[in-house]
């Protein structure tokens, strides 16, 4: 019997080594104010382990059987990203987390299955790739768009005009009004160009076709 207890307190390595590793990585996603942080992470990091330990020596060697449970942990951490992942606005949220939270339950796995350099290599490259990966450089820093509702009066060609002063091929949203000698434009357009209130100020002094304009920023 004591045999048996120092054999499951060597299963313990692996389990106290995933909670290191999911708390690692749950850290950096929670200095970024990410919505999974340390505690699942480490919960998600620490249950793929437990079960690796529990398909691998629970089942009196039987690989099949053993191969089957750990396997499940995939299609169970799957459940869980989707859950995590939602639109808000036009834009996708929390796919990089769902991604990390799937690469972290395989860290925890490999812990579990004793694999200790493997796991705290996998640790130190997920962790290496948000750092880089959030770096200030034009390289990896994501677009920003801005929506801007515009009112202009149309006469000739100021629909080019507009398009070539906010640098957009077209609109995404037209109404026109008429009116005694023209057209009333009501125009919506994407940009990834910020304008400032000074710049939209000018603007608007500069155009005097221009009757109103609004800036929205990306949600």
Same mark, same amino acid.
């Given at each position: ?12 390595i692996g389990i106290a080594v ?17 919505? !999974?942080?340390?505690? =699942? +992470? ?8 437990? /079960?690796? *330990? *529990?398909?691998?020596?629970?089942? %009196? ?6 191969? @089957?449970?750990? !396997? ?10 989707? %859950? ?8 996708? +949220?929390?796919?990089? =987390? ?13 812990? %579990?299955? %004793?694999?200790?350099?493997? !796991? $705290?290599?996998?640790?130190? $490259? ?14 990896? @820093? =994501?677009?920003?768009?801005?929506? /801007?509702?515009?009112?202009?009066? +149309?006469? $000739?060609?100021?629909? *080019? ?8 091929? +077209?609109?995404?949203?037209?109404s026109i009004k008429r009116e ?18 000074? $710049? ?20």
């Open positions: 019997m004591f045999e048996s207890i120092l054999v499951e307190l060597n299963y313990l995933s909670v290191v590793l999911g708390f690692a990585i749950g850290f950096e996603r929670k200095l970024r104010f990410k919505e !999974a942080g340390i505690r =699942t +992470h480490t919960i998600v990091c620490v249950g793929a382990a437990l /079960i690796m *330990v *529990v398909s691998k020596y629970a089942f %009196g060697g039987q690989e099949a059987d053993a191969s @089957r449970v750990a !396997a499940q942990i995939v299609s169970g951490i799957g459940f869980l990203g989707a %859950g995590i992942i939602m639109f808000r606005g036009q834009k996708m +949220h929390g796919l990089t =987390t769902a991604a990390g939270i799937w690469a972290t339950a395989g860290v925890g796995m490999a812990a %579990g299955a %004793g694999m200790y350099t493997v !796991a $705290t290599g996998a640790t130190i $490259t997920i962790i290496a790739i948000q750092c880089i990966c959030h770096l200030n450089c034009k390289l990896f @820093r =994501t677009k920003t768009y801005y929506q /801007i509702k515009i009112v202009f009066q +149309h006469i $000739t060609d100021e629909s *080019v005009k507009i398009k070539e002063l906010f640098d957009a091929k +077209h609109f995404k949203c037209l005694e000698n023209s057209s009333i434009y009501y125009a919506v357009l994407n940009t990834d160009k910020e304008y400032s209130s000074q $710049t939209l100020n000018k603007i608007l002094a500069e155009n005097q076709y221009i009757l109103s304009v609004e800036r929205f920023d990306e949600e």
